[in-house]
């Protein structure tokens, strides 16, 4: 079964830092694109940022410049790091990921419980 922890949610002042961090563990073959997502209330969930499995990042026009997205493939992690933050980015941070679980299965995508993140201004 394929599990995805996220960690590193918290309550910081506008202008701040914070680096989220996402754990997937157990039967894993094979990780594609990893991202994160996020969902204010009342709102939709958005994607914030992605990152091939070769390295290559994708965001949002609204965190571009201020959000970094990176990968550790040997430790199965994705991470999340949060600058210059706004009263506009709180919301749940979800963590996302491609995964095969066999070598014959087709990637999947699999969701953490979310973490949450709060800006006060």
Request: net charge positive.
């Amino acid at each position: 079964q394929v599990r995805l922890v996220e960690s590193g949610g918290d309550l910081v002042q506008a202008g701040g830092s914070l680096r989220l961090s996402c754990a997937a563990s157990g039967s894993i073959f094979s990780i594609n694109a990893m991202g994160w997502y996020r969902q204010a209330p009342g709102k939709q969930r958005e994607l914030v940022a992605t990152i091939t499995s070769g390295g290559k990042p994708n965001f949002a026009d609204s965190v571009k410049g201020r959000f970094s997205i990176s990968r550790d493939d040997a430790k199965k992690m994705v991470y999340l790091q949060m600058n210059s933050l706004k009263p506009e980015d709180t919301a749940v941070y979800y963590c996302n990921a491609d995964i095969k679980v066999t070598y014959w299965s087709s990637y999947r995508a699999y969701w953490g419980q979310g973490t949450q993140v709060t800006v006060s201004s």
